[in-house]
């Protein structure tokens, strides 16, 4: 009876590894595909010079209306970076977004939220378990549109440019108040071992087959970054 039961609880934690990996599977493929649809309207998406700015892409597909209230719940994403020389996006992080004191209400049934990392010391804030966006990062709503009239200097100070879309309206939107942390149990399904954010997002793990999607997509719309 022993042995019946220690092969199924080895059967158990198996099936369960398995449905973790799926479901991370499904959400880089959804952010993928999220971000490739923003983009692929130029003169409405995240203009191609702030894109290519930008150190790190967070992005959070298909949030559900009132993810977000005063002390409410959370959605999941992920975030990729460029290597030191911005020639590539490396392996992503898998995060959670959270309301702050503040909060955030959802609009519509379904948002994707995107938010761009500008600066190294905005990056520094990723490496962290938990940072406040406007307290530990400076955060304001992205420009949207590919004119250069489209980067405003209030916009571009902020350490973190934060975008939402929702029945197919992208614009910027802000976040302050709000929290993103590292995803522990989503980065063990997917890379199959526990492992930081700064191992992943400084380019020390390979990317593997279930996050090409994403360091696809953001290759495809910023090959390199200036």
């Known amino acids: 009876m022993k042995t019946a039961s220690f092969v199924v609880t080895i059967v158990c934690l198996s099936v369960g590894g398995v449905s973790g990996a799926e479901k991370e599977r499904e959400r880089l493929a959804e952010a993928a595909k999220s971000f ?3 983009m692929a309207a130029p003169d409405k998406g995240v203009p191609g010079g702030v894109l290519d700015k930008a150190e790190c892409v967070v992005i959070v597909p298909g949030m559900k209306k009132g993810a977000f209230i005063v002390g409410g719940q ?3 994403g992920a975030v990729s970076c460029r290597d030191k020389a911005k020639s590539h996006w490396v392996a992503p992080a898998m995060v959670e977004l959270g309301g702050g004191s503040v909060g955030f209400q959802l609009g519509a049934s379904a948002t994707d939220v995107v938010m761009l990392v500008m600066d190294r010391s ?3 804030s990723l490496l962290k378990s938990k940072f406040t966006l406007g307290g530990d990062a400076s955060v304001a709503g992205g420009p949207v ?3 250069s009239t489209a980067e405003t200097d ?3 100070q902020a350490k973190i440019l934060s975008y939402s879309r929702s029945q197919g309206v992208f614009a910027g939107v802000s976040l302050k108040g709000m929290s993103l942390s590292q995803d522990g ?3 063990k399904a997917l890379y199959g071992k526990e492992l930081d954010a700064k ?3 400084t380019g020390q793990v390979p990317v593997p087959a279930d996050a090409k ?3 696809d997509v953001l290759t495809k719309h910023s090959p390199k970054g200036k």
Do not use: F, W
């Open 36 to 38: 490739d649809e923003i």
């Open 74 to 76: 959370y959605g999941k």
């Open 122 to 124: 905005g990056m520094d």
């Open 145 to 147: 549109g590919r004119t």
């Open 154 to 156: 209030a916009a571009m």
């Open 185 to 187: 149990n989503a980065n």
């Open 199 to 201: 191992d992943i997002l």
């Open 213 to 215: 999607p994403v360091v």
